[in-house]
């Protein structure tokens, strides 16, 4: 700090006994605690005027200021017109601190604190130490290796696309999907697009060339993730309905009656399939608190 060789600086205050028990104190202390990451608060400074050997001097001093200049320290004048930061605390804190802000998540396990000898009116001087662990991240969410082949169509005739993608789905495939789009010389057409196992790639690969007008495709590589998942069956007029019910981190997210079984137990019971709907919603509804009636 004041630009010249350890053997030509001439300290005073920094070099009284009280200077050398802050540095070896807390140097012993930060040693114990042993923490793997240290977050400060930024650095209050004070304000007025401080008497040293060399005189009266503003609040911050020459050498805080020049310590903060040189680590980077954010720092903030006030809220007392007294000098809150010395150069040896505000040196020891730019050589611990990890980094400056609010305090992290974290589980506190200890807290310290510590007390100056002067006492201001309607401010408390002390300074406080929060150790903590960070909180338990959650589980990585399950990621599988997954395939998707797609090819647009614009001569094939659209009566044909229920049977195309419930054949792909049938045969084994994740999804299948159309999607609208306008194709060279403004010509209507549809992406059609398959979701699958990469080792059941060329398999569908060949269905969707073969049952399609189209010449070629592509694939590509992506990754998906699954959700953990069960089929529960519901009663609703003395017929059965599966009902998907779907968990993330082993919370019910998701519960869903399959339509198909919606649709024949209306036309059973000659209902309209939008009441049915609701009743195995009703029905399945115990499912969101974990309950549920046989599995599938």
């Given at each position: 700090?004041?630009?010249?060789?350890?053997?030509?600086?001439?300290?005073?205050?920094?070099?009284?006994?009280?200077?050398?028990?802050?540095?070896?104190?807390?140097?012993?202390?930060?040693?114990?605690?042993?923490?793997?990451?240290?977050?400060?608060?930024?650095?209050?400074?004070?304000?007025?005027?401080?008497?040293?050997?060399?005189?009266?001097?503003?609040?911050?001093?020459?050498?805080?200021?020049?310590?903060?200049?040189?680590?980077?320290?954010?720092?903030?004048?006030?809220?007392?017109?007294?000098?809150?930061?010395?150069?040896?605390?505000?040196?020891?804190?730019?050589?611990?601190?990890?980094?400056?802000?609010?305090?992290?998540?974290?589980?506190?396990?200890?807290?310290?604190?510590?007390?100056?000898?002067?006492?201001?009116?309607?401010?408390?001087?002390?300074?406080?130490?929060?150790?903590?662990?960070?909180?338990?991240?959650?589980?990585?969410?399950?990621?599988?290796?997954?395939?998707?082949?797609?090819?647009?169509?614009?001569?094939?005739?659209?009566?044909?696309?229920?049977?195309?993608?419930?054949?792909?789905?049938d045969a084994g495939a994740d999804d299948a999907w159309l999607?609208?789009?306008?194709?060279?010389?403004?010509?209507?057409?549809?992406?059609?697009?398959?979701?699958?196992?990469?080792?059941?790639?060329?398999?569908?690969?060949?269905?969707?060339?073969?049952?399609?007008?189209?010449?070629?495709?592509?694939?590509?590589?992506?990754?998906?993730?699954?959700?953990?998942?069960?089929?529960?069956?519901?009663?609703?007029?003395?017929?059965?309905?599966?009902?998907?019910?779907?968990?993330?981190?082993?919370?019910?997210?998701?519960?869903?009656?399959?339509?198909?079984?919606?649709?024949?137990?209306?036309?059973?019971?000659?209902?309209?399939?939008?009441?049915?709907?609701?009743?195995?919603?009703?029905?399945?509804?115990?499912?969101?608190?974990?309950?549920?009636?046989?599995?599938?």
């Amino acid at each position: 700090m004041h630009g010249t060789t350890p053997d030509d600086v001439h300290f005073h205050e920094v070099g009284a006994l009280d200077s050398i028990a802050d540095v070896v104190g807390v140097s012993a202390c930060a040693h114990h605690l042993a923490a793997g990451r240290v977050v400060c608060s930024p650095i209050a400074l004070g304000g007025g005027r401080a008497r040293t050997a060399h005189g009266s001097i503003p609040v911050p001093g020459p050498a805080v200021t020049e310590l903060l200049r040189r680590h980077a320290v954010p720092a903030y004048g006030g809220p007392l017109d007294v000098e809150l930061a010395t150069p040896t605390g505000v040196a020891l804190v730019a050589v611990l601190a990890d980094e400056f802000g609010p305090m992290p998540a974290l589980v506190p396990a200890a807290t310290g604190s510590g007390a100056g000898a002067r006492d201001p009116e309607g401010h408390a001087n002390l300074l406080r130490v929060v150790v903590g662990a960070a909180p338990p991240a959650p589980a990585a969410l399950p990621v599988e290796p997954a395939t998707v082949l797609e090819a647009n169509v614009d001569d094939l005739d659209p009566r044909l696309w229920p049977a195309v993608l419930t054949l792909l789905l049938d045969a084994g495939a994740d999804d299948a999907w159309l999607t609208p789009i306008v194709m060279k010389k403004g010509r209507p057409a549809h992406t059609v697009a398959v979701l699958c196992a990469p080792g059941d790639a060329d398999r569908l690969a060949r269905l969707l060339l073969a049952h399609t007008t189209t010449i070629g495709l592509r694939r590509r590589q992506v990754e998906k993730t699954p959700l953990e998942r069960e089929t529960v069956t519901v009663e609703v007029h003395g017929s059965s309905v599966r009902v998907k019910v779907a968990r993330l981190d082993g919370e019910v997210v998701n519960v869903n009656p399959e339509y198909d079984d919606v649709a024949r137990t209306a036309a059973e019971s000659g209902r309209p399939a939008k009441i049915v709907l609701a009743e195995a919603q009703r029905a399945a509804a115990g499912l969101w608190d974990g309950g549920g009636s046989s599995r599938a």
